[in-house]
């Protein structure tokens, strides 16, 4: 599944020729993806102005001049495809410019789409308890603090529940826990304040690494651009069971099964 950085990637890629721009035409190839498109969106969208693009967790934002914004979600393998050569029978949704074609293309179609009023965008059922952007300025050690505070779940599970920081997947959880030396296996609730310190900027490294590199490329996800992201080359921990910790501390990456997902980390650095 895409990742925040493969969504953030994927938002300033359709930034770059379709701020700005009339939709002259939204073409519904398909009753539903995951879910049923909206009712109507084709007609909502046909004439509107995009008058910006945005990102919130894994979920891209097309914002229009009609206080209307349209939400999507990539799935497993969505990904947008800026003026391709041919059609292609995947190409669920089309939005069609004066100067370019956007083609939604979702080979397993688990990703899906909603048109909401901006004003309810924040009170929309998956935004409404998420917690703060880990790119944003409200990822503070004090947040951490007060959302941690008396949990017993291991820190690596806790960052990836959305009501505490929004849009965290497994691989960067992993990644930004081994820079700031902390097990993933240790409470919540235990973790100090200066280690969450070390936590907050390695979160937002990691984050800003892989979307400057462009994503980390799993599986079928490839950027607006067709070209893939190559920030799977940089990982510490993620997929290196076995292998020397780059520290060079004589750690050897460790995989273990955590809340059904698995988690790499070096018993040697991370206390």
């Known amino acids: 599944m895409p990742e925040l950085p493969e969504v953030e990637t994927t938002v300033r890629g359709l930034a770059r020729f379709l ?29 509107a102005t995009v008058s910006g693009l945005g990102r919130r967790a894994k979920y891209g934002l097309l914002h229009t001049d009609r206080a209307q914004t349209l ?13 391709p050569g041919t059609d292609d029978r995947h190409d669920h949704f089309v939005i069609e410019t004066a100067r370019h074609r956007f083609a939604l293309n979702d080979p397993r179609r688990f990703g899906w789409i909603d048109l909401v009023m901006t004003e309810t965008l924040e009170q929309w059922p998956s935004f409404a308890a998420m917690g703060p952007e880990p790119l944003g300025d409200a990822l503070t050690v ?3 603090r007060g959302a941690l505070a008396g949990r017993k ?41 200066q280690a969450l ?28 651009d067709g070209e893939l992201g190559y920030f799977a080359t940089r990982f510490q921990v993620y997929g290196r069971e076995g ?28 206390r």
């Not at 690596?156 to 902390?182: F, P, S, T, W």
């Open 142 to 144: 004090d947040h951490l």
């Open 197 to 224: 310190a070390r936590l907050i900027p390695a979160i937002r490294a990691v984050l800003e690494q892989s979307i400057r590199d462009g994503g980390s490329s799993l599986r079928d996800y490839a950027r607006p």
């Open 153 to 193: 779940q291991a820190i690596k599970l806790c960052l990836l529940d959305q009501r505490i920081v929004a849009g965290l997947g497994n691989i960067y959880v992993c990644e930004a826990l081994h820079i700031a030396r902390i097990d993933p296996r240790k409470p919540g609730g235990a973790v100090s304040r």
């Open 71 to 83: 939400i999507f979600h990539l799935g497993m393998s969505g990904r947008w495809r800026i003026d």
């Open 19 to 47: 701020e700005g721009e009339r939709i002259e035409r939204a073409v519904i190839n398909r009753p539903d993806m995951r879910f049923p498109f909206p009712e109507g969106l084709g007609q909502a969208l046909t004439g």
């Open 243 to 270: 292998q020397s910790c780059q520290r060079d501390d004589g750690g050897v990456i460790r995989r273990f099964a955590q809340g059904g997902r698995s988690t790499w980390y070096c018993p040697r650095c991370q």
